[in-house]
């Protein structure tokens, strides 16, 4: 019964937890899915993200959902580094001598993680990019601060990279907040690519969008997942984004898995009474 | 026939109930303790009466529906055995992509990807290399009958008989060691009908495992070597096409 592989983890999150505030003794006990909130009632600290453990492989995407609120984008805030976690690890492992315990590196070696290791693409363009400039030098900064200095090898590479992501060239040296919403989504991807990161992490990225211009942002991430071989988390509230994209799932509600699952069978045998009222509200 | 050291697909004992947790936590039984063996090159048919648990049994096999008990053994390159029901999520669905097909005709095709992608796709997964996939894929959409101008076409736009026709060529680009089907040519017509009922009869002949659900018993008499009668979630009789149709059919009257 051995000869099934199982595929080797590229980013391995284990018993990860975010808490805001001073946590009583039971603070845990008094939180959660059962007793439906997440807020501790004698401190009143919240209990973002609980025991969040995954492992998600090189040409996998796994999918986290849940309603806002349930800790979706604090995981993936604490595993980018974007927040500091409360307990718990994050590993990575790009190679079988490699490998980086994320939560133990100081602040300028996970700023460097950030340069070619992982890339996060967020829901709100200002995050990702510095709208105040433009495409191309949007696309220089993970360049330059990964060691690039020709000028025209980058603007070579940027250009190439705006091309995957189908933005038109001649938008190149415009300053990215005369972009439209789908066309900043696609700068935010060239860039995250750039220095052809193992692992992406996506926060809503095609949330805000109209329909249409969402489809096309979504077929090029997949188109892209497909291609490099990415290891992605794909937080969403939004189950289309999910059934397209990933193959397996956590549900995360008040800070707490309630359920992992192959992405079929969550959307057609959810067992938690969670996922099922999420899947029926979805597919109503 | 159901020669042991053929057998392909080991189910024991399968039980599936689901817990309805928004309708006062209401108990549906679909599987009630479901026993059967399939070997390379045999094809089951199952039949029963709607409801009697011949979706549930397929999708519980492929997990789509996770078992709540009971074992499905699959026989790998090996000649091991692996239980399904006791994979993790991910060891399921790297075999699922290399060694399971399962084509249903409520499968929805994936959004804006054209029908000839989704079938390269498929062979990508079983191990093919891109070029060998491709011609694969033409293959296999030829031998379906699917006119090549729909070839890039995204199958969300084409008709039900031709998106069947599409999960079809999907599922069997390489012979999968274990073919599912859930009423795989109820959409289709007598043309297309035909050349779907023999390619699966080929692909039984090359020594795939077949287990089919479906709507017409000329289909099932064709192609079954042997049909297991479902009825309220456990197998109530089975026998050889013949047999087991002329039952059927008496109850039917």
């Known amino acids: 019964m051995t000869s099934v592989v199982s595929p080797e983890w590229v980013l391995k999150v284990n018993q990860l937890g975010k808490i805001f505030g001073n946590l009583s003794e039971n603070g845990l006990a008094l939180t959660g899915p059962e007793i439906g909130s997440s807020k501790d009632p004698a401190t009143g600290a919240i209990v973002a993200a609980w025991d ?15 309603e806002s609120g349930s800790g979706k ?26 490998q980086i315990d994320v939560l133990s590196l100081t602040p300028s070696e996970r700023r460097q993680l950030r340069i070619d290791k992982i890339a996060v693409v967020y829901q709100d363009p200002a995050e990702g990019l510095d709208l105040n400039v433009t495409a191309g030098g949007n696309i220089a900064s993970p360049l330059t601060a990964a060691g690039w200095r020709n000028f025209s090898s980058i603007r070579s590479r940027a250009s190439e990279l705006l091309l995957r992501t189908e933005v038109p060239l001649n938008r190149m040296d415009d300053v990215v907040k005369s972009f439209s919403g789908g066309m900043k989504q696609r700068v935010q991807l060239a860039k995250a690519l750039a220095n052809r990161p193992p692992i992406v992490l996506l926060d809503e990225p095609t949330t805000g969008l109209d329909a249409s211009v969402a489809a ?19 937080v969403s509230h939004d189950f289309s984004v999910i059934e397209m994209l990933t193959n397996r799932c956590i549900v995360l509600n008040h800070g707490r898995v309630v359920e992992s699952a192959l992405t079929d069978q969550l959307l057609e045998d959810p067992h938690h009474p969670y996922s099922q009222k999420l899947v029926s509200a979805a597919r109503a | 026939m159901n020669n042991a050291e053929h057998v392909v697909l080991d189910v024991r004992n399968l039980r599936k109930h689901f817990v309805l947790h928004t309708i006062d936590s209401r108990i549906v039984e679909a599987l009630n303790g479901v026993s059967l063996k399939v070997s390379a090159g045999e094809h089951v048919a199952l039949a029963g009466t709607s409801g009697a648990g011949k979706s549930s049994l397929l999708k519980s096999i492929y997990r789509t529906y996770k078992p709540s008990s009971g074992a499905v053994f699959l026989k790998l390159d090996d000649d091991s055995f692996v239980d399904l029901v006791s994979l993790t999520d991910s060891e399921l669905a790297t075999l699922r992509g290399t060694q399971i097909g399962y084509v249903s005709q409520f499968l929805r095709a994936q959004p804006r990807r054209s029908t000839f992608e989704i079938v390269t796709k498929a062979g990508i997964q079983r191990g093919m290399d891109s ?53 795989p040519v109820s959409a289709l017509d007598p043309l297309n009908r035909e050349s779907a009922l023999e390619l699966i009869g080929t692909l039984t002949d090359q020594g795939v495992a077949v287990l089919a659900v479906f709507h017409d018993m000329d289909a099932m008499e064709r192609l079954a070597s042997r049909v297991i009668v479902l009825r309220n979630g456990v197998v109530d009789y089975e026998g050889s096409p013949m047999e087991t149709l002329a039952r059927l059919e008496g109850v039917a009257r």
């Open chain 1, 52 to 66: 969040v453990s995954f492992e998600v492989a090189a040409g996998e995407a796994l999918g986290v959902v849940g």
């Open chain 1, 73 to 98: 984008s604090t995981v993936m805030r604490c595993i980018a580094g974007d927040q500091s976690s409360s307990a718990g690890s994050v590993q990575i492992r790009t190679s079988p001598d490699e």
């Open chain 1, 216 to 234: 096309g942002v979504l077929d090029l991430i997949r188109g892209l997942l497909e291609e490099f071989g990415l290891a992605a988390v794909v």
């Open chain 2, 131 to 183: 070029d060998t996939a491709k011609q694969a894929a033409a293959y296999s959409l030829q031998r379906l009958n699917l006119d090549e101008a729909l070839w890039d076409v995204s199958a969300s736009m084409l008709s039900g008989g031709e998106k069947q026709r599409v999960n079809l060529a999907a599922g069997t680009i390489s012979p999968p060691r274990l073919l599912l089907l859930d009423e």
